[in-house]
């Protein structure tokens, strides 16, 4: 089953129910992330996300070629499938992937969402959430193609304790180079898709559909006038929508006349990761009771035009970059790893540091 949802002319006390849903939420710390998309005059497209988690999730970055045999991991009636695309991944627990880019510029990234509910099992095969973002990494170039297939529901999530004891209560967001964005999540155990362009921010509770009412509320103040400023997921949702939009997307001679090539570029990414350090939550804070407020531990911009991945640490001087092109992503290539737990340190262009190294076993549903 199949929902859009539409969200034009909202009142202000639909944003007052969703604020309330925000603060009424009370499970234990976790993934609690915020994902903003940028699209410049000249069609440049960058998609931003923070990682905010409440300890070390042991993050490496992998390259996946073209032509890897996969399956869901999800028991014996699971999907299984051949990866049309290669793709770089940023890994939680090197269990599963939590954000990507492939060579189509098709970018995934998955988010925490407490209200996640994948229903009861239904005789479809099962897909771990470990492998749910990499599914679509591996299978589609274009946004499009994959609201497509994810709607026709040909399997069903299943969503394993993550090694940390916690669920792995998940939303995923897409986008793709032609600045195309969607939103899945599960809710009452119904696929519930936002498909569009102007689908450009995603944060975590409530439900999409209220961040939508919070945010049409914070548009009618105006972010000049005021944004709220704590690090409540709904907050995030405000100041990152602002803030995406405020950023130029022309060039500006009197910010970049230093840069000597690609200037324009160069200066998107750079103001993408400017919003996406202002969204995130500093070091040391982790609020008790409130699952979408943890430390952001890293950031990634993904610049989708030029096929550039960019790593930001919060927990290291790390802040390089990995243009896919000089990954050796064809069919038959090792699968390699760029190795950033234990405070590894890179700088500029990482892709010749990526070194061939077995692929991990993705977290399985089996039993589940």
Not at 186 to 199: E, P, Q, T
Not at 282 to 295: K, V
Not at 335 to 342: D, H, N, S
Request: proline share 5%; with cysteine; net charge positive.
């Amino acid at each position: 089953m199949k929902r859009f949802r539409k969200t034009t002319g909202l009142s202000r006390l639909a944003a007052g129910v969703a604020a309330a849903t925000v603060f009424a939420a009370s499970l234990g710390p976790a993934l609690a992330c915020t994902r903003a998309m940028y699209v410049a005059d000249n069609g440049l497209v960058i998609t931003g996300r923070t990682m905010d988690w409440a300890e070390d999730m042991h993050t490496n970055l992998w390259a996946f070629p073209r032509g890897i045999s996969r399956d869901g991991a999800g028991g014996a009636n699971t999907p299984k499938w051949t990866s049309r695309y290669g793709s770089v991944i940023a890994s939680g627990y090197d269990v599963g992937s939590a954000d990507g880019m492939n060579e189509a510029g098709l970018v995934a990234n998955l988010l925490y969402l407490a209200e996640s509910d994948y229903g009861q099992p239904d005789g479809k095969p099962a897909i771990s959430i470990s492998l749910w973002a990499q599914y679509v990494l591996d299978n589609f170039g274009s946004v499009a193609e994959a609201v497509e297939a994810l709607s026709r529901e040909t399997f069903r999530v299943i969503a394993p304790k993550l090694p940390n004891g916690q669920g792995a209560q998940l939303h995923l967001s897409i986008s793709d180079s032609t600045g195309d964005s969607a939103i899945f999540e599960y809710l009452g155990g119904k696929l519930v898709v936002h498909h569009g362009k102007k689908f450009n921010v995603m944060t975590n509770s409530p439900s999409f559909d209220q961040q939508l009412a919070l945010d049409s509320y914070w548009e009618g103040i105006g972010g000049l006038t005021f944004l709220p400023g704590t690090n409540r997921a709904a907050d995030r949702f405000a100041r990152a929508s602002f803030l995406i939009k405020a950023i130029p997307t022309k060039v500006d001679p009197s910010y970049i006349s230093a840069v000597p090539d690609r200037k324009f570029e160069y200066q998107a990414a750079a103001s993408v990761l400017g919003v996406m350090r202002g969204v995130s939550v500093p070091l040391g804070i982790t609020t008790p009771n409130q699952p979408n407020i943890s430390s952001t531990l890293w950031r990634t911009i993904s610049d989708q035009t030029n096929k550039i991945y960019f790593f930001d640490s919060s927990t290291s001087r790390n802040s390089f970059w990995v243009p896919l092109a000089d990954l050796d992503l064809k069919q038959g290539a090792p699968v390699k790893k760029l190795t950033l737990e234990g405070g590894k340190v890179y700088s500029g262009n990482a892709a010749d540091r990526f070194v061939a190294t077995p692929a991990f076993r993705f977290l399985p549903s089996t039993g589940m």
